[in-house]
């Protein structure tokens, strides 16, 4: 080997590395305490791999200067304080570890990264550690500064007598309130309740086994009450029900609890994951389908992979995997409660129907469970799209709110059946409709179709209005929109202002038509066809109209048509484009005017 590719060995800082632990990898200092956890458990897990009878407990005690942690697991020695607790990276729970390879399952850590979390709290790290796999080994002493340096040295026998392993702390300068005893055993409590062995602080009890879900209850009830408790420890909410949640294959175990409001879809659901008994994180997304966020989850799993940091998981196949069959037990829990327990499913629906929609557009399995249960808003009322077309031969809908709203007073005086499409999810269910009720009539509501439904004036009487047609016209074609007389109820309702998606991106062109320069009016020109425009109906039956229609002055009734316009665009809700909003203001400066004007003549 020539001189410039002589080997080196990377220099680490150990001052830069607890600083991007702390500030990079970690979230909060509190986890230098799960990482304590997770050693004492993996080293008495590691002894009972050899000695199943070997006691297993792990003790905390701590004064607000310092703590101290003892296990009974299974110890260093002085080669594997200097192979291990020195060298950064280097962990004796992978599977190329000697001699514990085929236990490597059951350990909760496999970074080689955790003990140096403990420097974002302390000064100094001091470990006495006597190995169980040498009994004859004297116990050695490995004391770590935040400076980056460390000593070992062997202790006599009398300094520790049984196998196992004691960390000490030394508190950092302004760290010392996370080493209080109080502040230690509600760290403990949140991560260690579920572990496997008994944890104290003190003579205080952290360990709270078996997990709420696996304890026998003398009832359902019971149960179902003691969770509901559990619940609202853990998420601060009352659950409107609780969903048991077992994947042997996957090693998990646990409950998801159905939340009791509504919450958005897009709000990021925050479960709380344990890892072989450890809380790996209260904040886990990705862990069910998007379509499940009203339900949260408190789970134990021994198969999920975290990341180095051990606060989130690691999105691979078997996370893919665990998610789909956790959707399958919240939907297996629908079914269910579809098939026994209709009030408890009417109340769950009544908050969370949106995701139930959600789910059942794209599992039809769902959609035939859950369509005549699911809420649609309708001319009827709110019914199930199962009742609604029991009542009606064809199943209209609108796509949007918006159209809905122009057409459902008239729809209903007309005996038309309507479905507002306009919510998330609801115009796919409806076209989906006649899957789940073969031979079922859907179709979308249009202006034609409307019109179509509507009585038609004698032609008499329409051509004695002629003139006033004729006005009327006139008046509203600048604004891209066509005038028709028909009779139709309810008789309050002056006019009926129609249009569909077609006459809208058509009107939408024709103001963009307007406003653009010369090459662009004429490339949007040519893409004017054949489109249909808006309609403003007006009720013959509507003794306005008649009076209107009866008027010898073409200016005071262009007018009038103009405020019936504007009228009707209001009812629908519909958002007024500038042209409107001046015509609307045209109309009443007009009409207030003529009415002053003949105030005075008639005086």
């Given amino acids: ?58 003790r905390l005690y701590a004064d607000g200067d310092g703590l101290r942690v003892e296990d009974s697991g299974i110890g260093l020695t002085e080669r594997d304080v200097h192979s291990l607790l020195a060298t950064i990276g280097r962990s004796s729970k992978r599977a190329d570890a000697a001699g514990i390879a085929s236990a490597r399952a059951e350990f909760l850590g496999q970074f080689g990264i955790g003990l140096l979390a403990c420097f ?5 790290i001091r470990v006495v550690s006597r190995s169980a796999r040498t009994p004859a080994a004297p116990p050695v002493e490995w004391t770590a500064r935040d400076d980056g340096s460390y000593t070992v040295r062997t202790l006599a026998d009398g300094a520790r007598t049984e196998p196992g392993t004691t960390v000490y702390l030394t508190a950092r300068p302004g760290s010392g309130e996370w080493l209080t005893e109080e502040r230690v055993l509600a760290l403990a409590r949140e991560y260690g309740s579920l572990l496997p062995y008994e944890v104290r602080v003190g003579d205080r009890r952290v360990t709270d086994l078996p997990a709420p879900w696996d304890r026998p209850y003398p009832s359902p009830a019971a149960r179902r009450v003691a969770l509901a408790g559990h619940c609202r420890e853990t998420f601060g909410f009352t659950p409107l029900d609780s969903i048991d949640l077992d994947l042997p294959l996957a090693g998990i175990r646990g409950v998801a609890y159905v939340l009791p409001s509504a919450v958005s879809p897009a709000q990021r659901a925050g479960h709380r994951v344990h890892l072989k008994g450890m809380l790996l994180t209260e904040r886990a997304d990705g862990l069910l389908p998007d379509w499940a966020f009203f339900v949260r989850c408190v789970l134990d799993t021994d198969s999920l992979r975290p990341t180095a940091s051990r606060e989130s998981l690691y999105e691979d196949e078997t996370l893919a995997g665990v998610r789909d069959a956790l959707g399958g037990a919240v939907r297996d829990w629908l079914g269910e409660l579809a098939a026994g327990a209709p009030e408890r499913l009417e109340e769950f629906l009544a908050v969370h129907h949106l995701g139930v929609k959600s789910l059942a557009r794209h599992d039809g399995e769902m959609l035939r469970t859950m369509l005549p249960w699911l809420p649609f808003e309708t001319t009827d009322g709110r019914l199930s799209l199962e009742e609604f077309a029991r009542r009606h031969p064809v199943v209209h809908y ?45 179709a979308e509501l249009d202006a034609d179709t409307v019109t179509a439904h509507l009585d038609p004036v004698d032609p008499a009487q329409e051509l004695a209005l002629s003139a006033f047609l004729s006005v009327a016209r006139a008046t509203l074609d600048p604004l891209g929109c066509d005038v028709s007389l028909r009779s139709f109820h309810p008789l309050t309702v002056p006019a009926l202002h129609l249009d569909d998606r077609a006459a809208r991106h058509e009107q939408a062109r024709a103001d963009a038509e307007e ?25 013959h039956l509507n003794p306005t109209i008649r009076r209107i229609g009866s008027l010898d002055d073409p200016e005071l009734a262009g007018t009038a048509v103009e405020a019936l316009y504007g009228q009707a665009l209001l009812m629908a809700q519909r958002p007024l484009r500038p042209a409107d909003s001046a015509l609307l203001n045209r109309a009443f400066t007009g009409l ?12």
Avoid at 120 to 124: H, Q, S, T, Y
């Fill in 398 to 442: 609108t796509r949007t709110v918006e159209e809905y709203r122009q057409v459902a007073a008239i729809a209903t005086a007309q005996g038309i059946g309507v479905v507002n499409g306009g919510y998330t999810y609801d115009t796919d269910l409806v076209e989906r409709l006649p899957e789940v009720r073969p031979g079922t009539a859907v």
């Fill in 120 to 124: 974002v709290v302390a000064a100094e």
């Fill in 515 to 539: 406003r653009a320069d010369d090459l662009w009016a004429g490339i949007l020109g040519s893409l004017r066809g054949s489109a249909p425009r808006a309609r403003l109906v007006l009720n």
């Fill in 1 to 58: 080997m020539t001189a410039d590719q002589t080997p080196h060995t990377f220099q680490v800082d150990l001052r830069g590395l607890v600083d991007l632990l702390s500030h990079h990898l970690y979230s909060s200092p509190r986890v230098y305490l799960r990482e304590l956890l997770q050693n004492a458990v993996d080293a008495i897990t590691a002894r009972r791999a050899e000695e199943p009878e070997a006691p297993a407990r792990v």
């Fill in 592 to 603: 207030l005017a003529w009415a002053t004007h003949h105030g005075e003549n008639t005086a």
